[in-house]
């Protein structure tokens, strides 16, 4: 679902050489916070403890890797990258979907070519609509760490959540980087897995600008990979607190998609922590995808 090409703008990304200019960013993955920043107790975080709830089979995934791009696939869902590490489509069941995106905007074509070129809240609402073939409307608004800015909608029969950061560049354009998970409304588990997948993606991505004489980059945009203080994967984990979620592994690699709270155990045979299997088959996960 490559909705990034817009010829007419001139901006986004082209096949060939990249340019000496080319920005390269990473969308990163929200695994990092479970291995740097919650890695424990859910009590810490002031959930409530109790019995462990069981892991159901719709909580298990692959970790996938296709070109410049990786997940976490559950069983049912297909990751489809874009050429470029430009895009990232995972599709699941009955309508559902993770993706993330990023894309130069020009507001000054706004005149000519609509809303996909204004303001980053008009232009999000312009895409989503033209993916999900609806008219999108914002239900609430968050800012997550200082960073996103997290807006739940709806759009016909699907409900979700987009998140985004806006780079800012020379002339009056902007670079936005964005997450977007969506499900059938009134499914509140296909909507958290959704979010779960969404959170996991992570792409490396060279922005490639048009020539010097249409469109220069400014020389202070930020290449994540490199500058110091908050990068993406940093601001997602508050996005994951707030989902109350949390993936683990085990030593073949299958990841766990974990309810933060409730299935944490006090009483595992190798002490507090999550846990996966039953009887003599059951065995401690590690938080976090590796």
Same mark, same amino acid.
């Given at each position: ?18 340019? /000496?200019?080319?920005? @390269? ?77 990023? @894309? ?10 609509? %809303? ?12 989503? /609509? ?47 980087? %964005? ?112």
């Amino acid at each position: 679902m490559n909705l990034y090409r817009f010829p007419q703008l001139g901006l986004g990304y082209r096949a060939g050489r990249i340019a /000496s200019l080319a920005l @390269v960013f990473l969308a990163a993955s929200a695994f990092a916070w479970a291995q740097s920043g919650y890695n424990g107790n859910p009590a810490r975080n002031g959930s409530a403890r109790g019995q462990a709830l069981p892991i159901s089979e719709a909580q298990r995934a692959q970790m996938v890797r296709q070109g410049p791009c990786r997940a976490a696939v559950p069983a049912g869902w297909q990751l489809t990258p874009g050429q470029y590490g430009q895009t990232a489509d995972v599709f699941g069941p009955n309508g559902a979907y993770a993706g993330w995106g990023i @894309v130069a905007v020009n507001p000054a074509m706004r005149q000519y070519y609509g %809303e996909f070129y204004g303001p980053p809240d008009a232009h999000t609402v312009a895409l989503l /609509s033209q993916m999900l073939k609806a008219r999108a409307q914002f239900t609430s608004t968050k800012n997550i760490g200082g960073f996103f800015t997290a807006h739940e909608f709806r759009a016909g029969n699907k409900a979700g959540i987009v998140l985004y950061h806006v780079y800012p560049a020379a002339m009056g354009q902007y670079i936005i980087s %964005e997450y977007f998970a969506w499900a059938p409304q009134g499914n509140a588990a296909m909507l958290s897995l959704a979010e779960a997948v969404m959170t996991s993606l992570q792409c490396t991505s060279s922005v490639r600008p048009p020539p010097a004489s249409t469109f220069t980059p400014h020389s202070g945009v930020p290449d994540r990979k490199k500058s110091s203080g908050s990068t993406e994967e940093d601001d997602l984990k508050d996005y994951n607190s707030i989902l109350g979620t949390q993936w683990a592994h085990d030593s073949t690699g299958t990841l766990y998609y974990l309810d933060a709270a409730k299935q944490w155990s006090e009483t595992g045979p190798d002490g507090p922590g999550y846990y996966a299997g039953t009887g003599v088959n059951r065995h401690k996960l590690t938080p976090g995808v590796e």
